[in-house]
């Protein structure tokens, strides 16, 4: 793919996130795909799953995100994709359908292993909320290199493959202090959270090693595999220089949420300065690794009409007194963030948008008003976005 990378993530299909499909979670405690499996019985479990499966993505889907501009689409995938993790379900038909689907319409995918076994990070996106386990557990850290070499090998002449992400957020120290996942995202059981801890950046750099030389070894050379930067932008220089990887990249997950939590004013004019910053690092590391922005949204407080405290969602909280804009300054402000937005992600390889679809209900339930946003197909219906003209960047 030479051209940029002008992508969409198909976030909450393979991979459960409770605030992207609440209805899916309607009746039982649980606040994450783990205890979803557990709170429900077998029967019950297994039905839900099929049904959101089969709905919730579709091959009219693909063909929407072709015709809307879009070049590659990255699925998420959990770590029981095969099947081989009771009471978990596994999903390799569906992946087997969306790369036919992908092939079909024209678009490549970006295979992005999103889970890990206890956890890689603690979120509720990585499948066990407050816990962060996996690193610690040797034989845990191995079956992820085996899932790995697994969808390898299964899809490594699908004419769809563009590349494989080798584990999505793993959790820094840095991250770790600024999120405090384990206060952030509720702990059901204080024994399973018991020394959960971030991830040491050495750690991640002997696994990436590890995982590149298993992959590369059934790959192309021209398929890429890439590597989250663990939410540290400017660490892999010497990474990179110090080893002979053929054709791997580096993704980073930028939102102005997170940007809020740093401290970034509530304002259309301060996210602009701040993307505009963030566009010069990129340039900066796109000199030694290329660099694509694997995650990222127009989602933003400022928008929302309330202080989101760094994207918690009403599943999480209620929010009272929120302000609401006209659409029309919706829209103006929406596409005035998107275009800035692109124009920072194209200092390096392109980007890919967090996510293509919710199953929330904007209209009857008021306290999701400014969450559509992490929507590209309602972005698209509202035109706040203008994914046709990145090319001018």
């Known amino acids: 793919m030479t051209e940029k990378i002008k992508g969409i993530n198909l976030g909450g299909w393979l991979v459960l996130e409770k605030w992207m499909s609440p209805k899916l979670f309607e009746d039982v405690a649980a606040e994450d795909e783990y205890y979803l499996a557990h709170d429900l019985s077998e029967s019950e479990y297994k039905a839900r799953i099929k049904v959101h499966r089969s709905e919730f993505i579709t091959e009219t889907d693909f063909l929407r995100i072709s015709s809307a501009g879009f070049n590659l689409i990255r699925i998420p995938v959990p770590y029981f994709i095969f099947g081989d993790r009771l009471p978990f379900i596994g999903c390799i038909e569906e992946l087997d359908r969306a790369f036919n689907w992908a092939e079909a319409y024209g678009v490549r995918i970006l295979l992005d292993l999103h889970t890990a076994p206890f956890s890689q990070n603690a979120f509720?996106?990585?499948?066990?909320?407050?816990?962060?386990?996996?690193?610690?557990?040797?034989?845990e850290v191995e079956f992820e290199l085996t899932v790995l070499t697994r969808l390898a090998e299964r899809y490594k002449n699908h004419a769809a493959l563009w590349g494989i992400e080798v584990i999505n957020e793993p959790i820094t120290e840095r991250i770790w202090k600024t999120m405090n996942p384990q206060k952030r995202y509720i702990t059901r059981d204080l024994k399973l959270a018991a020394d959960s801890a971030p991830i040491s950046l050495?750690?991640?750099k002997e696994f990436y090693k590890e995982a590149y030389f298993r992959l590369r070894n059934i790959l192309p050379e021209e398929t890429v595999i890439s590597f989250h930067d663990g939410f540290e932008l400017h660490y892999?220089?010497?990474f990179f220089k110090e080893n002979d990887f053929k054709n791997v990249m580096l993704d980073t997950h930028q939102y102005v949420m997170i940007a809020e939590l740093k401290g970034t004013p509530q304002s259309l004019e301060a996210y602009k300065v701040y993307l505009d910053d963030l566009g010069k690092q990129i340039a900066e590391v796109q000199k030694y690794v290329p660099v694509f922005v694997g995650e990222w949204s127009l989602f933003n407080s400022y928008t929302a009409g309330v202080d989101?405290?760094?994207?918690?969602?009403?599943t999480q909280e209620e929010f009272l007194d929120k302000k609401t804009m006209s659409k029309n300054e919706l829209a103006m402000t929406y596409l005035e963030l998107w275009n800035a937005s692109v124009k920072a992600w194209n200092q390096g390889e392109g980007h890919i948008y967090w996510t293509y679809?919710?199953?929330?209900?904007?209209?009857?339930e008021p306290a999701w008003y400014g969450w559509d946003s992490w929507d590209m197909s309602r972005c698209l219906i509202n035109q706040w976005v203008d994914p046709m003209n990145d090319i001018k960047y």
């Open 357 to 364: 679809k919710l199953n929330i209900d904007t209209v009857n």
């Open 308 to 314: 989101t405290k760094g994207g918690i969602n009403p």
């Open 202 to 204: 050495e750690f991640l």
């Open 124 to 139: 509720d996106n990585g499948g066990l909320s407050g816990v962060c386990r996996w690193a610690q557990m040797p034989k």
């Open 236 to 238: 892999w220089k010497e």
